[in-house]
């Protein structure tokens, strides 16, 4: 099974600041896609950033983009000019691109705290 | 565009009771996701349902169990209640499965407590 590794609990940044979020996964496949997610404490999950496998580009979305290293088999997260809004948990996620289904293997999450 | 909803919002039961969490799809979805989100940790895949079939399932007993309707809403059961089913139960929409880059909506979830 596919497992999802984000090694940083927490993680604190000052408003206006870069902060960057680890996450690495183990696979044997080589199509899949990667994903960020954020759950603030209202806890409804939200999509911040994807990433194709097969795409060599870096994904990029506002002031988020990522760092995709594929035979490190490592998907960081940046925030660029941190905003109290972005103070949440982080999950990393990881789909197969093989088969029908879309079952999402999570990380344990990083608790991003933004300092004013 | 209405989107992913859930209730009850929190549940408190005792164990050895059943229980039964409902979702609603966002419009125009036909597959559901659900997940067990405990205290400190990630999400964890339950099962999916498309078109109303099971259509794939994670590391969970039997006791679990679900259903989805015609509209594409779904339930998710648990039977004889263990304290360990203390946790968050949030469902996942998306629009079809063919297209793996699909995000999965989310809905608030439904806090469960098992005393």
């Known amino acids: 099974a596919q497992t999802v590794t984000q090694s940083q609990p927490e993680m604190s940044v000052q408003e206006a600041e870069t902060v960057t979020l680890s996450c690495t996964y183990d696979?044997?496949?080589?199509?899949?896609?990667l994903f960020w997610y954020k759950q603030p404490p209202s806890r409804q999950m939200i999509l911040v950033i994807r990433q194709e496998a097969y795409k060599q580009q870096n994904a990029t979305e506002n002031r988020f983009s990522v760092n995709f290293q594929k035979a490190a088999k490592s998907f960081s997260l940046k925030i660029s000019d941190s905003q109290l809004g972005d103070a949440a948990m982080y999950f990393c996620?990881?789909?197969?691109?093989?088969?029908?289904?879309?079952?999402?293997?999570f990380g344990t999450g990083t608790s991003l705290t933004v300092i004013p | 565009e209405t989107g992913v909803t859930q209730s009850p919002t929190h549940l408190i039961k005792t164990r050895g009771q059943q229980v039964t969490l409902r979702c609603s799809s966002q419009s125009g979805h036909n597959t559901v996701s659900w997940y067990q989100q405990a205290l400190g940790q990630g999400p964890q895949f339950i099962f999916q349902?498309?078109?109303?079939?099971?259509?794939g399932r994670g590391n969970f007993p039997p006791r679990f169990s679900g259903l989805q309707f015609p509209n594409y809403s779904s339930e998710l059961n648990v039977n004889a209640l263990e304290l360990d089913d203390s946790a968050l139960y949030l469902c996942?929409?998306?629009?079809?499965?063919?297209?793996?880059?699909?995000?999965?909506?989310f809905g608030p979830g439904t806090r469960l407590t098992v005393l």
């Open positions: 996942a929409s998306s629009p079809g499965l063919a297209e793996g880059y699909n995000e999965q909506f």
């Open positions: 696979t044997s496949e080589s199509d899949y896609y």
């Open positions: 996620a990881y789909r197969s691109a093989r088969g029908t289904g879309n079952q999402f293997y």
């Open positions: 349902y498309y078109r109303e079939e099971e259509n």
